[in-house]
């Protein structure tokens, strides 16, 4: 009989245990690199939000910005290991899985963010963002960041002007052949790096944002600002599939929808942001912004599309031609 209620007690800690376990909220890191008045660290804490109102006591949500937990290098593999559970990298970060992604990088392919929302939204698009849940990332949503600019302590009204500056990017090959495609010397670096490398002259120059130039002070360590809108910086919020796809089913439901919701709030900020960093960036007198004529466009355009042809075997014609497609509406 002792030995009965002996095992009955033991029986009712561990259900007690197993039920306080239950009651655990989930924990989701999520970690980005940028600074959190960019329009990825406004979408990250809009999730969060959205998340913690919608599932109270059920889901926390814990944001990282400005590389507090991962840099560039290490989110990646963060993620896979389970240290993190969403990330929002930038589209570049993903060729190694898939080349088809590099389209994302090719110079002048889009000629502004609408046209990449038409691409991000249609079927090849979409078939993008959720090619990598085998490889353990599933695709959330694509962020918008915006339009890349060149800078540089030179003036860059024309791709000569670029020849033999040193430039960082991130790390991926189509960047690395459209600068050398300037004849300039293309440095894979990792975004937290960037500031000191150009304040100490480690590189001559960069390619990014308004808001990713104001909100890391790039604008006061480069005395010019070319721009170009040559480029797109976006990325892609993804989760660790293993998590992801473990939630119970109307808690990743309620998620998907936190995250739609984000992504329109984030992505609607990411043009006003912008303009307004450009005008601090302006009322600074730090950076002097060169805006470039249609013919000097023309020519930066004609330097930097032969990169495609390079490329067109590992993205496929057919992803490229969606993509230039996209430009027009009908």
């Not at 570049?92 to 990088?105: A, H």
């Not at 024309?158 to 990017?169: E, H, S, Y």
């Not at 995250?259 to 307004?276: P, Q, R, Y």
Request: aromatic share 8%; with cysteine; charged share 25%.
């Amino acid at each position: 009989m002792k030995n009965a209620i002996v095992a009955l007690v033991a029986a009712g800690i561990a259900l007690t245990g197993t039920a306080a376990d239950a009651q655990q909220p989930v924990k989701i890191k999520f970690s980005h690199v940028v600074a959190e008045a960019t329009p990825k660290g406004q979408g990250a804490l809009k999730f969060k939000q959205l998340a913690e109102e919608r599932l109270p006591g059920r889901v926390v949500v814990e944001v990282y910005p400005n590389s507090q937990l991962f840099g560039d290098a290490k989110e990646m593999e963060a993620l896979l290991l389970g240290d993190v559970q969403i990330i929002a990298p930038s589209l570049s970060k993903f060729d190694k899985f898939t080349k088809k992604l590099q389209v994302f990088d090719l110079p002048f392919l889009f000629d502004d963010v609408e046209a990449i929302d038409r691409f991000q939204r249609s079927p090849i698009g979409q078939d993008l963002l959720k090619s990598l849940a085998s490889k353990g990332y599933t695709g959330l949503a694509y962020w918008h960041n915006g339009m890349k600019e060149l800078s540089a302590n030179k003036p860059l009204a024309l791709p000569a002007d670029a020849k033999g500056l040193k430039f960082r990017i991130q790390a991926s090959n189509v960047l690395e052949e459209q600068f050398k495609a300037l004849g300039a010397n293309p440095q894979k670096m990792a975004f937290a790096e960037v500031y000191q490398a150009l304040q100490t002259g480690v590189v001559d120059g960069q390619e990014n944002t308004w808001s990713n130039i104001y909100s890391q002070k790039f604008h006061e360590v480069q005395k010019y600002i070319a721009e170009t809108n040559h480029g797109v910086i976006d990325y892609m919020a993804v989760a660790n599939t293993k998590f992801w796809s473990g939630l119970p089913a109307d808690m990743r439901a309620v998620l998907e929808q936190c995250m739609a919701e984000a992504t329109k709030f984030g992505n609607d900020l990411a043009a006003s942001i912008n303009a307004a960093d450009k005008k601090r960036i302006v009322d600074s007198g730090r950076s002097q912004i060169i805006a470039l004529t249609k013919a000097q466009l023309a020519e930066w355009r004609k330097a930097m599309t032969p990169v495609y042809k390079k490329f067109e075997g590992e993205i496929g014609k057919d992803v490229i031609d969606a993509a230039l497609k996209a430009n027009t509406t009908s």
